[in-house]
């Protein structure tokens, strides 16, 4: 696989893709730690939230204690001694935001989370006792609310912790800008990599013998999926780095629920598990574009229309999809939106660039009559997609030429 690496990064216009790729990336780290510097330390809040949950106070207890802190050093806060050494922090200021946080995360502990999971259990049961009072109920309407009631009737153990400003990480981790250079260097390697060899004349050389032909198809994949996949792990741990060091979410153990706003997800899932899934998504979307590519290159075997046809089938739906999330948050359009939306998030692989909306809420949906979430729907049919395309590209690959 050495030399299809060689051969790959064997022309400038490859070096100066990929140096365009990491410099993109570069952003990504430099932008994100310079914003975290507006957010509390962690540790200084996970220290207060010790002695408070240790004090002995009742939880409304530990939220007025905050709320009274507050009021107490808010003059001093924005006045002129607000660089002044504070008790939690080094600065007044500080303070002030350190409890204004501290507030923000006991409410959701003691009170958004419970509150919103019982609030949703109770409109389910009231779903269902509605349907059952029909004189022709709706099954699926009583499936999906009995989902939702086994769902949500579970505790979850939140400890009186940080875990970290994560909507900030996700939202300039999930950014589209990113995904469509991404897109667009995944489908230029991999075109490069499956017509170089057909326009430098070696083509009758290369297809001499079937195993010979397989072996070259298995290294050339091999190849895009690593230099691909490698990407886009730096990209997850330069995220996973920031956030822990810059927003604060560096315990991976807590639930998701306590991450802001995933506090009606479903799941019984905590942050390194997101992180997981997040990476595993992404990863299947961006082999698809390479499977897809390679499959194109293969049939065409000519580098501009494979290029042409990547770009076409890889990003028009990225971007179709940004749009219809965009629209689904509109006044006027929400509706139609968020319909359509909601049928391609089970069955385009382009749903894993947006992945943390499938943990907002209780995103499932009825297939074939049974209840599904639509983040394991999207998994299985990208999962299939791939090795469609890859068994496809195979056989043709392989196929002696006459």
Known sequence: MRFEFKKLFASVFMWIIFGIVLAY???????????????????????????????????????????????EIQSAAFGENRADKGEYTNTVFGDYILLDCAVDVLEQIYNEIPENRT????????????????????????????LAVKKYNRIVECGVKYAGHFS???????DAPWDFVMIFFTVILTARMFTLDISRGSFKMIFSSKNGRIKLFSKQLSACFFVVGGIILLHTLSGIMVGAICYGVNNFSLPIQMAAPFSACPFALNL?????????????????????TA?????????????????????????????????????YSAITARKALNVLRCFVPQSFLNIKTFFEDFDYAEIFGFPMSRIICVFCVTGILILAEIVISARIFGRETR
């Open 25 to 71: 990336l570069g952003i990504y780290i430099v932008i994100p730690a310079n914003g975290g510097k507006a957010y509390p330390n962690s540790q200084h809040l996970n220290a207060l939230l010790n002695t408070l949950n240790e004090s002995g106070m009742t939880p409304d207890g530990q939220i007025e204690f905050c709320r009274a802190k507050q009021e």
């Open 119 to 146: 609030a949703i259990v109770k409109d389910a049961l009231r779903n269902i006792a509605e349907e059952n009072a029909k004189s022709e109920p709706d099954l699926g309407v009583i499936r999906m609310n009995s």
């Open 168 to 174: 900030a990480v996700y939202d300039v981790y999930d």
């Open 272 to 292: 390194g598990g997101y992180y997981a899934v997040r990476t595993l998504g992404k990863l299947l979307f961006y082999f698809s574009c390479v499977t897809f």
């Open 295 to 331: 499959l194109a290159a293969i049939l065409s075997k000519r580098a501009l229309p494979t290029a042409a046809a990547g770009v076409i089938f890889c990003l028009a739906p990225a971007v179709l999809m940004s749009r219809l999330y965009t629209a689904s948050n509109s006044e």
